[in-house]
T-cell receptor, first 112, second 114 residues
């Protein structure tokens, strides 16, 4: 399984863009990159998933360079409610019972 | 309905007790998961059920016993737990579609073993 490395924590201010980079040097050909958000005492919530280039949804954007050895989650114009832990996961989605391994996560603190 | 429900929300048990955690989803997902999460740590995978059969057991001690009675339900039976087993236990489900596989997590059961 590809291991992921993320910054432990990041601070930001309301209205700013937050970019979290995840390193996954050993990513395999079949692996997809997925980001989850977790608030205290809640289960993680899916944010976005991608394989290569750029993916955007109503919540975030995911940038993946051609070598796929890293990825960057971009949260536009964060608010206080975006304070959470963000996890980058890499896994093969093709098999049923997808085995995903959570990395350490990045604690994002949004300040007023 | 994209909800995974877990009961109970909180559970306190002694080391000699037997208890069960329950998880339910009605999204038609055929893969279900148990994770354990200690404070300020990432979730750790414990078990995976695929099409109601146990497909992955991450070397979990036998005092944790999973059960998948049907495609919508997942139980985790607990017996003779240790205080270090106190944690948030998360259930998740997933079903591949043509574009992506997403794991949907429940809110978790916070377990305290005395």
């Amino acid at each position: 399984l590809a291991k992921t490395t993320q910054p432990i924590s990041m601070d930001s201010y309301e209205g700013q863009e937050v970019n979290i980079t995840c390193s996954h040097n050993n990513i395999a050909t079949n692996d997809y990159i997925t980001w989850y958000q977790q608030f205290p005492s809640q289960g993680p919530r899916f944010i976005i998933q991608g394989y290569k280039t750029k993916v955007t949804n109503e919540v975030a954007s995911l940038f993946i360079p051609a070598d796929r050895k890293s990825s960057t989650l971009s949260l536009p114009r964060v608010s206080l409610s975006d304070t959470a832990v963000y996890y980058c996961l890499v896994g093969d989605r093709k098999a049923a019972g997808n085995k995903l391994t959570f990395g350490g996560g990045t604690r994002v603190l949004v300040k007023p | 309905d994209t909800e995974v429900t877990q009961t109970p929300k909180h559970l306190v048990m002694g080391m000699t007790n037997k208890k069960s955690l329950k998880c339910e989803q009605h999204m038609g997902h055929r893969a279900m998961y148990w994770y354990k999460q200690k404070a300020k740590k990432p979730p750790e995978l414990m078990f995976v059920y695929s099409y109601e059969k146990l497909s992955i057991n991450e070397s979990v001690p036998s005092r944790f016993s999973p059960e998948c009675p049907n495609s919508s339900l997942l139980n985790l039976h607990l017996h003779a737990l240790q205080p270090e087993d106190s944690a948030l236990y998360l259930c998740a489900s997933s079903q591949r579609d043509r574009t992506q596989e997403t794991q949907y997590f429940g809110p978790g059961t916070r377990l305290l073993v005395l």
